[in-house]
């Protein structure tokens, strides 16, 4: 029988926080189970707890991971984890999966090709909660990340498990952006979107390994080649382009090591304390459109007028700027 994560009381909540700065896993897992609940108890509890542990927050890597088809994503992420975590670092793994209502979350399958990293007592593996609008995952994933924060996680990375918009909201979230590429598919060009390139801090080629190191040396050219006619987002930063093999291990020490020269470059200009302000303010935006929303789908009110509104736009017997003027005057705005 399962227990419901909420605390009854102030001293409860901050006997919680306690629990999660001293880096109990349980105390972790049950107050993000606090964050994903949909009550409305639950949530200003995990915004209250939340707020109590900020000050305990903001000391990791905060590291974004995205990739094409069949870029070898959890393959990578078990590699680089155990890689850190053998060098006494605590890994936290999270998703951002919008998806996932009809996938049941990929990152749940991905953690059998996260074998090591799944079994990992310094490592801690999460998926994105169960179903969901784009930012309200991201949203419930960014304070998933600030627990681990305060629990002890000195590199966070997370994955982008849907499509689409997720890896602006992923980079909108992380210090450093990594674009996950395999050689031997074509034509690599192809696969690489415009939009998510221009976000990318990294572009790294895996599977150079066996009979594919001239194939993955050959794709790297190509992408350098793509980079260079664009303009980098940062003026102390043009994202390298790297190869590896998530399956050796080779090149993953060269990785990270990108990883640590981004943070101490955009860490000397101050970018990358003026990123994470930016974010914090992106964040509240979301959080309060999400609000917005929500309002909107609740009023019973509200929620018969745009059902007829939705009617007579469908028809052409309204138009859309009426339509909204309409609902907005409901909600005295």
């Not at 003026?274 to 309060?288: G, H, I, P």
Request: proline share 4%.
């Amino acid at each position: 029988m399962s227990h419901s994560p909420k605390p009854n009381s102030y001293g409860e909540l901050v006997k919680y926080a306690a629990g999660i700065r001293a880096g109990d896993r349980a105390s972790l897992a049950r107050a993000i189970t606090l964050i994903e609940s949909k009550r409305a108890d639950h949530r200003a509890d995990a915004h209250r707890l939340v707020q109590e542990l900020l000050p305990a927050t903001g000391k990791a890597v905060r590291l974004g991971i995205t990739g094409a088809p069949g870029a070898g994503k959890s393959t990578t992420i078990d590699a680089l984890g155990t890689y850190l975590t053998a060098r006494d670092h605590k890994v936290a793994v999270l998703a951002v999966d919008p998806s996932s209502s009809r996938t049941g979350g990929s990152i749940l399958g991905d953690k059998t090709r996260m074998a090591r990293l799944a079994v990992d007592p310094h490592a801690f593996i999460r998926p994105s909660p169960a179903s969901g609008t784009l930012g309200g995952v991201a949203a419930k994933t960014r304070e998933t990340m600030l627990l681990c924060e305060a629990a002890g996680y000195d590199v966070v990375i997370v994955e982008t498990v849907g499509v689409g918009q997720s890896e602006t909201a992923v980079a909108d979230m992380t210090d450093f952006f990594l674009l996950l590429m395999v050689a031997g598919a074509g034509d690599e060009l192809q696969g690489l979107k415009k939009g998510v390139v221009e976000i990318a801090d990294m572009i790294a080629v895996n599977k150079a390994d066996g009979d594919n190191v001239e194939r993955a040396k050959l794709a790297a050219a190509d992408f350098r080649g793509a980079l260079n006619i664009l303009t980098p987002a940062s003026a102390s930063w043009s994202p390298p382009v790297i190869t590896y093999s998530a399956l050796t291990g080779n090149g993953v020490p060269e990785l990270w090591a990108q990883v640590l020269q981004h943070k101490d470059k955009l860490g000397a200009t101050g970018e990358l304390a003026e990123r994470r302000r930016a974010q914090q303010v992106k964040w509240m935006w979301t959080m309060l459109e999400e609000r917005l929303t929500a309002r909107l789908r609740s009023d019973p009110a509200v929620r018969a007028k745009l059902k007829a509104a939705e009617a007579a736009v469908a028809a052409g017997t309204l138009a859309p700027t009426l339509a909204v003027e309409e609902i907005a005057g409901l909600l005295g705005i």
